[in-house]
């Protein structure tokens, strides 16, 4: 099994956080700025969340600096993929038949579909 990226409501804040900003950030100011966002953490709260991050390769941190590993789009899809592999095999089609199901597909959807299979195809 591979990495896992899900994450806490806890860890998202901080990611989106970092996110906003383009060069690492000092812990003590990413804990200042959590304050300011209603989040009332000790330090060790904050150090916890960022282990944690850390241990998933999400963030960087250096000494006491901190910087996001990896963007929102790249964690989003992280996270899809191990949807897709824990739960449909990795297989894509295993994954649209379950969200399909019974539903009829409407018109619109199978068309924007197509497009984009065949944008996959290079087309």
């Given at each position: 099994?591979?990495?896992?990226?899900?994450?806490?409501?806890?860890?998202?804040?901080?990611?989106?956080?970092?996110?906003?900003?383009?060069?690492?950030?000092?812990?003590?100011?990413?804990?200042?700025?959590?304050?300011?966002?209603?989040?009332?953490?000790?330090?060790?709260?904050?150090?916890?969340?960022?282990?944690?991050?850390?241990?998933?390769?999400?963030?960087?941190?250096?000494?006491?600096?901190?910087?996001?590993?990896?963007?929102?789009?790249?964690?989003?899809?992280?996270?899809?993929?191990?949807?897709?592999?824990?739960?449909?095999?990795?297989?894509?089609?295993?994954?649209?038949?379950?969200?399909?199901?019974?539903?009829?597909?409407?018109?619109?959807?199978?068309?924007?579909?197509?497009?984009?299979i065949d944008e996959l195809r290079g087309k």
């Amino acid at each position: 099994m591979g990495k896992s990226y899900k994450i806490t409501d806890a860890e998202r804040a901080v990611l989106e956080v970092l996110w906003d900003r383009s060069e690492p950030v000092q812990t003590a100011d990413l804990l200042e700025q959590m304050k300011n966002k209603g989040r009332e953490w000790k330090r060790q709260t904050l150090n916890t969340l960022l282990s944690r991050l850390d241990d998933k390769e999400i963030v960087n941190r250096k000494r006491g600096y901190v910087e996001a590993a990896l963007s929102e789009d790249e964690l989003l899809q992280k996270q899809t993929q191990g949807i897709l592999d824990n739960f449909y095999g990795g297989k894509l089609g295993n994954f649209c038949i379950a969200l399909i199901g019974k539903e009829k597909v409407k018109e619109e959807d199978i068309a924007r579909l197509n497009t984009l299979i065949d944008e996959l195809r290079g087309k």
